[in-house]
């Protein structure tokens, strides 16, 4: 046993490294390896690449969620108002606000007033959903608010309406002008009810970053809102707030105790939950198809191997007859196939990392040659193709490439490996 070497041994690494950069007919490196390097790269570049978008997207899908709407939504299953009728509402909303503040982890709790309606500039008319909020409370909502991206004076806010960017654009208005608002449920008068229709300045535009939010919502003062609905003294719901949103199922049983019996929760991931779930489903699959690719790919070191075992064949057997064992054999063709791997997977790795990081540049270098928008906010939702780089996905898409690239080298090494010399130099 004194004539064994270790393993992977310096000399193992030069006669594969001679086989690799060896001049042959094919110029080198032969096709086979260069093809397989190629889809390698290709492939870890499409699999980092749709991981990064993947998270991108969600995160930004959940960032929009979380930063212009409530995270719990408590609404009356109906209650009996003063005057003995049945109202769909709270009529004690601040006193509710206020229990629902003293549940450990709500941030913020707030009375809202909601509603549709027709706005109008005079020439051009969109449809619309109204919140009525206080001041504080439009203040505190993280897209919309303070530090949002918005033009106007949101201290002039209980003067006017905020409204989205894309109702203003709809409109053609902006900060000064004045839209008027149009509610079908109105004025009560003898002829029964008449549309309610009041002019208001826009004070404040703001955008949240998804299209359908920007393109449908206007922001009210909520006395305002209680008296332009007919709704004085009632609130229609109260957005409720959270430290930790992703954990919301946690709070839903203390923030029902404090809303009291009448109450009753609507979550962000019961609105959305389906969304989230069929992300992931989406996730699943990509990540599966793409490793599919992957060891397509990785299938291509097989064939330049086997093409490299049968050129050296009589190199094979010179060195089984001067004592290499079949191990060290299996080892030297094992580390030909394992640097195309470990090369691609590199380049890849790389060419990825690059495109996610640049991809506004590159998407804005694509709608340049397009000559028009490839990504419709409209289908989509946000304004852009987000990417986020996460040291998981960049490490599962590396390991995965890595264990594709040394199991697929064994075959052709082991074929290698157990050749017979005698059979090897028969015939040269």
Known sequence: ??????????FEFMIAWRYLRARRAEGGV????????IGITLAVFALILTLAVRAGFRAEFVDTILGANAHVTVYSA??????????????????MAAALMEVPGVTRAAPLIRGKLMVTDGERTTGAEVFGLSPEALASIPRVGEGAEAIGDLARFPDGVALGSGVARELGVTVGDRVRLIAPGGVKTAMGTSPRVKA???????????????????????????????????ADEIEVMVEKPD???GYALPILNAAGPSAMLWTWKDSSGAFLRALDIEDNVMFVILSVLVLI???????????????KGRDIG???TMGLTEGSVLRVFFICGAFTGVLGTIAGVILGCLTALNIDAIMSAINWLNGAEVWDPSIRGIYSLPAQLQMEDVLSAVALSLGLSFIVTIFPARRAARMNPVEALRYE
């Open 30 to 37: 032969s096709i086979m390896t260069w093809i397989s390097l």
């Open 247 to 249: 954990a919301i199922e």
């Open 318 to 320: 010179i060195l089984r």
């Open 297 to 311: 790919a990785a299938m291509n070191i097989v064939s330049g191997l086997i093409m490299l075992v049968k050129n």
């Open 1 to 10: 046993m004194a004539g064994r070497t270790a393993p992977f041994s310096g």
């Open 200 to 234: 208001y300045e826009v004070v404040y535009i703001f955008t949240a970053g998804r299209y359908d939010i920007d393109t449908t919502r206007i922001y009210m003062p909520f006395v305002e809102a209680q008296s332009f609905f007919n709704k004085e003294g009632l």
């Open 78 to 95: 109906g209650e009996v108002g003063t005057d003995g009728q049945f109202v769909r509402g709270f009529t004690a909303a601040d006193a």
